[in-house]
């Protein structure tokens, strides 16, 4: 099916230089980059392209909710940016004073209730800077680069729901425009471009969604931002703590203390919405921005030591009805979901976004998995698309409401957004890689299954990991190697380099008949007929399924080399791997370990597996015994090694 004819030009395709690719990504943001993360760290052969000449310097997005800090935490990135950024730990609501509702005053001053979810707090950062920090990683893996002043002429495909995977069955034709060339007059080089899957990670108004054809569903109510970025000369008592500030005549502002001396305003302009309606946005200044923000924070005064960067958005809700076209084209971040920023949640959402994807592409493109697995996509983070649009349109319409009951009353306003905006929440519902357990039955259906794909058939043993969540990521806690002594975080050994995790809570191994359970369970996995054995790759850097294996026993009473080899494997080139066996049980009397068993919810008496994705999502929930359930579990989703 042919999509568009290559834009007019005196560049015939004999002139085009062809060259094939496994996977193209089309848009160099927060999105494309975290996709292009997963293709370094899979050594995909994928290229990443984007039409603007430079990453983003000043402003755009700032807020980083603790699951997006996780993710990055997980390509190994994070300290490069928390150690930048200004942390959020408390929120305070400003509303019209009951004696002069001309002024202001704080109406309420609360926790950032997002500390209690992960081991990281809110922060904030601009866009430019964890941009760089992606390209950092790009640069030092050296898999892939960002080409820059790439233009997108025209698209076509073959009937690629027909074509097997192998198949470049996608066309793009490109110009690769460099602006210091075209000023001496030189033509671009074009170029054709044979891809087995393509990504649209390329904004709002992506070209890849409108191309391919994607239908949108989209409100015709439009509601207008100014947003600055300004070091402030002001007498407001809350200037380095986040504030909603709502006046009685002149609207609202949402601030975020940033980086540096600098603050983030959102300034509430206007809301149109009929087709007479007007907004011209070139109209609004700096100025008018400004103006409208020192009228909101009345009686206190606003000025601008100097402003690093200011825009106005405007913003209509739209959602792409589907997240891909036949599991070969696929859009991310805002390409799916356009919403307001007053949830600060855009960048988060979208960098989520490729998170899911990214490592599906990778096992399905390195045929570690059954090209099924992408069906998943689909079901996964289309609801948290829909969620999030639905969310925002009741935060937005807080915003522009102006004083009431949940503006004074702000801590259980924002109760039932923080799961979400924390990402930590965000919960995906049965499907081939995900087992059905009790509480979808009681939340009755609140988590979207799989319907396109197969759905798993085993059910999660939840009682066994009573505080852990079937469909959520695993939350972290600390534990101590068993090896070294050092205390690690649970994510620290779950980190983004592709691998399914068996996560073996072994109980207390001192006791002789929780020892013979680990030593079936071990006899199980160190089989060649188990999944382990079946998927194992050449290398060390390609293990498919790795067992990670936490026990309850004090580490001084427990030696290591004492334990099943496959708990601990030895290579002939790098020795035992140290790194594979820890304990919740520290030997020192200070500590930062707490019993990640009773975090959790297990019985170190007991003891059970969870099977955690790449993406650190629970999967499935069972017993010891259950080794046999974990190969089928498996045998739905991986293609065994052809070695």
């Known amino acids: 099916m042919r999509l568009e004819m290559p834009a007019s030009s005196d560049t015939g395709p004999e002139d085009r230089q062809i060259s094939y690719t496994d996977l193209l990504i089309v848009g160099a943001g927060p999105a494309g980059l975290t996709l292009a993360a997963w293709a370094s760290r899979f050594g995909l052969k994928a290229r990443i392209i984007d039409d603007k000449a430079t990453q983003v310097y000043d402003g755009r997005a700032d807020g980083l909710h603790p699951r997006t800090i996780e993710i990055l935490d997980s390509f190994g990135i994070a300290t490069s940016i928390t150690d930048k950024a200004q942390p959020i730990r408390e929120i305070c609501s400003w509303n019209p004073s009951e004696k002069d509702e001309s002024r202001i005053e704080r109406s309420q001053r609360i926790r950032d209730p997002e500390m209690d979810l992960s081991r990281y707090p809110q922060m904030s950062l601009k866009q430019g800077f964890i941009e760089g920090a992606f390209l950092d990683l790009l640069q030092r893996e050296g898999v892939l680069k960002v080409e820059r002043n790439v233009v997108t002429e025209s698209i076509t495909y073959d009937d690629i729901h027909e074509q097997e995977q192998c198949e470049h069955a996608i066309t793009l034709n490109i110009s690769h425009s460099d602006k210091s060339q075209s000023s001496n007059g030189a033509r671009p080089r074009h170029e054709q471009i044979r891809t087995k899957y393509l990504v649209g990670a390329d904004g709002a108004h992506s070209w890849v969604r409108d191309k391919c054809g994607f239908d949108i569903n989209k409100n015709r109510t439009q509601k207008h931002f100014g947003v600055m970025d300004i070091i402030p000369l002001t007498n407001f008592p809350d200037v380095r703590v986040s504030c909603v500030i709502h ?192 509480h979808d039955e009681q939340t009755n259906g609140d988590s979207e299954s799989d319907t396109k794909g197969q759905t798993c058939k085993f059910r999660s043993k939840r009682n066994l990991a009573r505080k852990v969540r079937t469909g959520q990521r695993l939350c972290s806690h600390f534990v101590v190697n068993q090896a070294d002594a050092s205390p690690r975080q649970v994510h620290e050994l779950m980190d983004a380099m592709g691998p399914w995790r068996i996560m073996l ?98 019985d170190p008496g007991c003891g059970c597996i969870i099977v955690c994705r790449p993406d650190q999502h629970v999967s499935l929930i069972c017993e010891i015994e259950d080794v046999d359930m974990v190969d089928d579990f498996f045998d739905q989703v991986l293609v065994e090694s052809s070695r």
């Open 247 to 438: 006046s009685a005549r002149h609207g609202s502002v949402m601030t975020l203390p940033r980086e540096g001396r600098l603050l983030r305003c959102y300034v509430q302009l206007a809301e149109t919405g009929d087709e007479e309606e007007s907004f011209n946005a070139k109209k609004i200044s700096f100025d008018d921005i400004l103006d409208k923000a020192q009228k909101i924070f009345s009686p206190f005064q606003l000025q601008s030591a100097a402003c690093e960067w200011w825009s106005v958005y405007t913003v209509d809700h739209q959602i792409a009805k589907t997240t891909s076209l036949h599991n070969r084209v696929f859009l991310v971040g805002d390409a799916v979901h356009a919403h307001t920023p007053t949830m600060g949640a855009g960048m988060n959402v979208s960098i989520q976004d490729s998170f899911n994807l990214g490592w599906k592409l990778g096992m399905v493109i390195k045929r570690l998995a059954k090209p099924e697995l992408l069906d998943t996509y689909q079901s996964e983070r289309h609801k948290v698309a829909t969620t999030l649009l639905d969310l925002d349109r009741q935060m937005s319409q807080f915003f522009v409401d102006g004083p009431c009951e949940e503006s004074v009353n702000y801590d259980e306003f924002r109760k039932k957004f923080t799961p979400f905006l924390s990402g930590t929440g965000v919960t995906y519902g049965p499907s081939m890689i995900r087992a059905q357990d009790d």
């Open 505 to 602: 809570f072994a109980g207390d191994l001192r006791d002789a008949k929780q020892r013979r359970r680990i030593d079936n369970f071990a006899a199980h996995f160190s089989s060649k007929k188990s999944i382990v054995g079946r998927c194992c790759r050449p290398t060390v850097s390609e293990a498919v399924v790795e067992i990670i294996t936490i026990h309850s026993a004090p580490r001084v009473e427990i030696e290591l080399l004492d334990l099943p080899e496959v708990l601990h494997p030895y290579h002939e080139k790098l020795g035992y791997d140290y790194w594979k066996v820890f304990t919740s049980e520290s030997s020192e009397e200070k500590s930062d370990v707490e019993d990640s068993y009773q975090r959790y919810g297990v």
